[in-house]
């Protein structure tokens, strides 16, 4: 694990944020960088808008709400739905309840999901056809 400072995009395995074993959070939280979580968090877990991010929930993390950043790596367990502008990977201990929307994902053997796999194109087509339903 590597604690660097802040640079336009966030390296592989950088963390600025912590959230150790021992702490648990209930609220919702917003970063930008590396966030790499061992703890429990109750609450939305949002990427700020224009800022490189990446969210990091390790094997014994939990999260229960939605998550938002462009890059998501889960081994921990999920409860909520996953937003991912870039890419989402799936390690194998990854425990998911909630549907995970991407524009590339890695899954691992082992990983579960209990939801859907959307695509980011596929949501982008479905509000098109919905807009032409309406002014149509």
């Not at 640079?7 to 912590?18: F, N």
């Not at 061992?38 to 877990?45: D, F, L, Q, T």
């Not at 579960?112 to 796999?117: A, D, E, H, N, V």
Request: charged share 25%; hydrophobic share 45%.
């Amino acid at each position: 694990m590597k604690f660097k400072s802040k640079s336009a995009s966030v390296p592989e395995g950088q963390v600025d944020t912590l959230i150790g074993p021992q702490m648990t959070i209930r609220g919702d939280l917003q970063f930008s960088g590396g966030l790499y979580v061992e703890g429990r968090i109750v609450g939305k877990v949002i990427a700020e808008e224009g800022k490189p991010a990446m969210l990091t929930l390790a094997e014994n993390g939990s999260i229960v709400g939605e998550i938002r950043a462009p890059v998501v790596v889960l081994n921990g367990t999920l409860e909520g739905d996953v937003h991912a502008e870039e890419r989402v990977e799936l390690a194998a201990k990854a425990r998911v309840k909630g549907n995970v929307h991407y524009k590339v994902v890695e899954m691992a053997a082992g990983a579960l999901l209990t939801g859907r796999l959307i695509h980011a194109e596929a949501t982008l087509d479905e509000a098109r056809q919905e807009a032409a339903a309406v002014v149509g």
